[in-house]
């Protein structure tokens, strides 16, 4: 039987891109942190163990900031990736946020990638994301016949992809905690994209999901 094309279904902050990073570096820079922070002192999804006194519109406004798309950088392997898999792979970025955010992260993307993918926003208010146990859904997003790859749990529990792909690039936390995942059906954890791509390629020459019949 003949391969045909599969469907990935991408989040962009903290999977594709290493915003979190990137928003660190922005704090260090803006509120003079001495000594500076890293990602490995991330602990919340607010920023507040990077910087005690950042506020949820605070992180809104610095994600949606032109300083933020001048620091932000791909995941290690992504563009070679990306680059290598156009003929094999439909990309669909599904990512939540601001409208200005969200509005900016396809600009960025067209910039690096092109306009070889498909993009959905969706709308987010980041007084949600006070509230660690809120859960964000993106079952909204038809996946049945794709693979989708999120670093948040509760983005992956919902929806209908066959086959789901948590990645933790920066270890664990409580959004991706693994007694948040039991059950769930068809899902790998890694740690990064090297990993990720071991299990895209596995899926693409074996699943049958993804042959012609």
Same mark, same amino acid.
């Given at each position: 039987m003949e391969n045909t094309k599969i469907t990935l279904y991408l989040d962009v902050d903290d999977t594709v891109l290493e915003s979190s990073k990137a928003i660190i570096e922005i704090l260090n820079k803006k509120h003079s942190? /001495?000594?500076? #922070? *890293?990602? +490995?002192?991330l602990n919340d999804w607010g920023y507040r163990s990077i910087y005690g006194h950042v506020t949820i519109k605070d992180v809104e406004n610095m994600y949606?900031?032109?300083? !933020? !798309?001048d620091a932000v950088k791909f995941a290690p392997s992504f563009l070679d990736f990306y680059k290598k898999s156009l003929e094999k792979v439909n990309f669909v970025?599904?990512? @939540?946020?601001?409208?200005? /955010? =969200?509005? @900016? @992260?396809?600009e960025y993307l067209q910039k690096h990638l092109g306009k070889t993918f498909e993009y959905i926003g969706l709308p987010i208010t980041y007084q949600e994301n006070e509230d660690k146990q809120k859960k964000f859904s993106k079952a909204s997003v038809n996946m049945r016949h794709g693979i989708q790859v999120d670093d948040r749990i509760d983005?992956?529990?919902? *929806?209908?992809a066959p086959i789901k792909i948590l =990645? #933790?690039?920066?270890? +664990?936390?409580?959004?991706n905690l693994p007694e948040d995942y039991a059950g769930i059906q /068809?899902?790998?954890?890694? *740690? /990064?994209?090297d990993e990720a791509i071991q =299990? =895209? +390629?596995?899926a693409y020459n074996e699943h049958c999901i993804f042959k012609k019949s």
């Amino acid at each position: 039987m003949e391969n045909t094309k599969i469907t990935l279904y991408l989040d962009v902050d903290d999977t594709v891109l290493e915003s979190s990073k990137a928003i660190i570096e922005i704090l260090n820079k803006k509120h003079s942190i /001495n000594p500076q #922070k *890293t990602i +490995d002192d991330l602990n919340d999804w607010g920023y507040r163990s990077i910087y005690g006194h950042v506020t949820i519109k605070d992180v809104e406004n610095m994600y949606s900031s032109d300083e !933020f !798309f001048d620091a932000v950088k791909f995941a290690p392997s992504f563009l070679d990736f990306y680059k290598k898999s156009l003929e094999k792979v439909n990309f669909v970025f599904v990512t @939540k946020g601001a409208t200005e /955010n =969200i509005n @900016k @992260k396809k600009e960025y993307l067209q910039k690096h990638l092109g306009k070889t993918f498909e993009y959905i926003g969706l709308p987010i208010t980041y007084q949600e994301n006070e509230d660690k146990q809120k859960k964000f859904s993106k079952a909204s997003v038809n996946m049945r016949h794709g693979i989708q790859v999120d670093d948040r749990i509760d983005c992956l529990e919902s *929806t209908n992809a066959p086959i789901k792909i948590l =990645i #933790k690039m920066y270890g +664990d936390h409580y959004w991706n905690l693994p007694e948040d995942y039991a059950g769930i059906q /068809n899902l790998y954890v890694v *740690t /990064n994209w090297d990993e990720a791509i071991q =299990i =895209i +390629d596995f899926a693409y020459n074996e699943h049958c999901i993804f042959k012609k019949s």
